[in-house]
């Protein structure tokens, strides 16, 4: 009998020792999660018949330390959570390894190849539906421009020009300043203000779209405190005709703009519309949004990590070291965006590593070892005493 306990002692150790091996080993690895060998005595009836593992507990709760990467599209989650892909088969799996990429069908992918699952591009506020996140890797269409964004002060000190207003003669205006706007098929067109003070409280702009004589103007007003009148913030309606395009209206907004003396100088200068664009990379944002990069410098958030959080992540069930799938235990994944409810918020360039603590490992293993004597001596005491007793009869 003490022989059988001895050796279920030996076997237990022995998968503990494999345990312990399987921590040390993967204390470098990303998102790992130690493991713990759970011991118990095995009864036969009422009697004592030695001991077995019966259950490993990964210690999924603790997080492990951060480490700089540097690479766009690393992350780590601090806090709950779980980043969420899924497999060719459709299974769906859970991860702290937040090492993303795009594939060859331009979809988001772990470190393992699975399909990241996140929420498709917000529309009018509300998140995109669930489910793989794709990449639009090709050529993104012009835009054409509706509105230019001008601001910028008219120096107080400028004086009225004596002669009528002559686009070639520099003369006749106090300042000019181009503009570039796009048609729809993203083809460039300059747009020229000419500024003329016509007189204490008003300044003049004429337009000149793509080198042509003006021939449209508008009166700026501006107020004793030297900001520009509500009433004159909205230029006119402008139109720019180009072969093959579609006419593009657009108007200037003045907001912002301003009389004070001083020197003249522009602020902002910006046009909404943009030339078509190829596709020159993408990047993670530490709210989780995936953003896609296009030559013309136009970026567009074309979906969302999830993160999944879970009633009880203890009860997940391990499918390797670092990945685990749901079941009943663990209850159904509730799932958010980063930092949004128990969601964990996101580093960006950073990710988790292995929560093992070596010297507890190392000393686990020290124990284990006497163990593994202790039962060894109480084998070779059972043979001692069995080939004596042999001897004897």
């Given at each position: 009998m003490s022989f059988n306990i001895a050796l279920s002692g030996i076997q237990a150790i022995n998968e503990q020792l494999t345990t312990l091996s399987n921590n040390i080993a993967n204390?470098?690895?990303?998102?790992?999660?130690?493991?713990?060998?759970?011991?118990?005595?095995?009864?036969?009836g009422d009697q004592a018949n030695?001991?077995?593992?019966?259950?490993?507990?990964?210690?999924?709760?603790?997080?492990?330390?951060?480490?700089?990467?540097g690479r766009g599209m690393d992350a780590a989650i601090q806090g709950r959570g779980f980043f969420t892909s899924r497999d060719t088969q459709g299974v769906v799996s859970y991860s702290r390894v937040g090492i993303f990429s795009t594939n060859a069908d331009g979809l988001l992918v772990d470190s393992t190849g699975k399909k990241v699952q996140g929420y498709g591009p917000t529309v009018g506020g509300v998140l995109g539906t669930m489910g793989d996140i794709a990449i639009p890797t090709?050529?993104?269409?012009?835009?054409?421009?509706?509105?230019?964004?001008y601001a910028g002060n008219m120096s107080g000190d400028w004086k009225t020009p004596t002669a009528a207003f002559n686009a070639t003669?520099?003369?006749?205006?106090?300042?000019?300043?181009?503009?570039?706007?796009?048609?729809?098929?993203?083809?460039?067109?300059?747009?020229?203000?000419?500024f003329v003070k016509t007189d204490a409280d008003?300044?003049?702009?004429?337009?000149?779209?793509?080198?042509a004589a003006p021939a449209t103007n508008f009166?700026?007003?501006?107020?004793?405190?030297?900001?520009?009148?509500?009433?004159?913030?909205?230029?006119?309606?402008?139109?720019?005709?180009?072969?093959?395009?579609?006419?593009?209206?657009f108007n200037f907004d003045y907001t912002g703009t301003s009389k004070f003396a001083g020197e003249a100088t522009n602020t902002t200068n910006r046009a909404d519309g943009y030339a078509s664009g190829t596709f020159v990379g993408v990047e993670l944002a530490e709210n989780g949004s995936i953003v896609a990069k296009y030559s013309n410098e136009q970026q567009q958030v074309v979906g969302?990590?999830?993160?999944?959080?879970?009633?009880?992540?203890?009860?997940?069930?391990?499918?390797?070291?670092?990945?685990?799938i749901a079941n009943a235990n663990s209850g159904a994944p509730l799932y958010t965006t980063p930092g949004v409810g128990l969601g964990g918020k996101l580093s960006k360039g950073v990710l988790e590593g292995s929560n093992v603590d070596i010297t507890s490992e190392l000393v686990g293993l020290m124990t284990s070892q006497r163990n593994y004597q202790a039962n060894s001596k109480v084998i070779t005491a059972e043979n001692q005493m069995m080939q004596s007793l042999m001897q004897a009869l």
């Open positions: 204390a470098g690895t990303y998102g790992f999660k130690s493991s713990r060998a759970n011991f118990a005595s095995v009864y036969a030695g001991v077995q593992v019966q259950s490993l507990t990964q210690n999924i709760s603790q997080t492990g330390s951060l480490s700089s990467t090709g050529q993104i269409p012009a835009v054409a421009t509706t509105k230019v964004s003669d520099a003369n006749t205006y106090n300042m000019v300043k181009q503009s570039v706007v796009y048609d729809s098929l993203g083809t460039q067109h300059t747009v020229s203000q000419y008003t300044v003049t702009v004429h337009y000149s779209l793509d080198g009166a700026m007003n501006f107020g004793t405190n030297g900001q520009i009148l509500p009433a004159s913030t909205t230029g006119p309606a402008l139109t720019i005709t180009a072969a093959g395009a579609a006419a593009m209206n969302t990590i999830a993160i999944a959080t879970f009633p009880d992540e203890g009860s997940l069930v391990s499918v390797s070291d670092t990945a685990w």
